[in-house]
């Protein structure tokens, strides 16, 4: 069964520092998410992306976040200077239509 | 107007009991709701969604039920198990790709033998 792949599963990093998490979506996929959800709360939303543009952000998804997808199958979220309140599990999804489909998310700390 | 509120925070049902998780929202312009089972360190998994034009989807031990006018839906497990014992968060959104996914708060569920 096809599905949402993440690395690192892990990531330590210190405050100031630029991260990049990456993704795998399931390949027949055309729109790619990304959402964050900071230990014991909700699951947040962080932006949608479709055609090698964002669709829609939050007003999480300031100036220090980014979205790419470089290559045919990665897509990735990269933070440019890491704040202590980023640290949260990551996680990527996507769809073919309206049904998500999350990875497994890369928990991020920042020291 | 975008907030999903989902109840209880937390429930403990016994092995073989019904769990039942309930959600309400407000931005009629959702028409997608989804729920979704969580494990510790896993990310949430697609359980079972449904769509405002039938009230009850049933798949296997898991049934949603949908009342339009009072903007909630519930999430009913039958015959719980302690393999059942998860995070459970309720969702909603706009049908169509890149529409964002608006999360209830979640419950955690314990199945007790």
């Known amino acids: 069964e096809p599905e949402v792949t993440q690395t690192p599963s892990h990531q330590v990093t210190q405050m100031g520092q630029e991260v990049i998490l990456r993704c795998v979506p399931i390949s027949n996929h055309l729109y790619f998410y990304w959402y964050r959800q900071i230990l014991g709360q909700k699951v947040e939303f962080l932006v949608s992306?479709?055609?090698?543009?964002?669709?829609?952000k939050s007003e999480i998804f300031d100036d220090q976040f980014s979205v790419e997808r470089p290559d045919g199958s990665n897509f990735t979220l990269k933070i440019r200077s890491t704040k202590l309140e980023d640290s949260a599990m990551y996680f990527c999804?996507?769809?073919?239509?309206?049904?998500?489909?999350f990875g497994p998310g890369t928990r991020l700390t920042v020291t | 107007q975008q907030q999903v509120k989902q109840s209880p925070q937390s429930l403990i049902v016994q092995k073989g009991g019904i769990s039942i998780i309930n959600c309400a929202y407000e931005n009629t312009a959702f028409d997608y709701f989804p729920w979704y089972q969580q494990f510790p360190g896993k990310g949430p998994a697609l359980l079972i969604a449904?769509?405002?034009?039938?009230s009850e989807k049933k798949e296997g031990r898991f049934t949603i039920s949908f009342n339009k006018s009072a903007k909630q839906f519930s999430l009913h497990i039958m015959d719980s198990q302690p393999g059942d014992s998860a995070t459970y968060f309720c969702?909603?959104?706009?049908?169509?790709?890149?529409?964002?996914?608006?999360f209830g708060t979640g419950t955690q569920l314990k199945v007790e033998l």
């Open positions: 449904i769509r405002p034009d039938v």
């Open positions: 999804a996507s769809s073919a239509l309206t049904e998500q489909y």
């Open positions: 969702a909603a959104s706009k049908t169509g790709g890149g529409n964002k996914l608006t």
């Open positions: 992306f479709y055609n090698n543009e964002i669709s829609e």
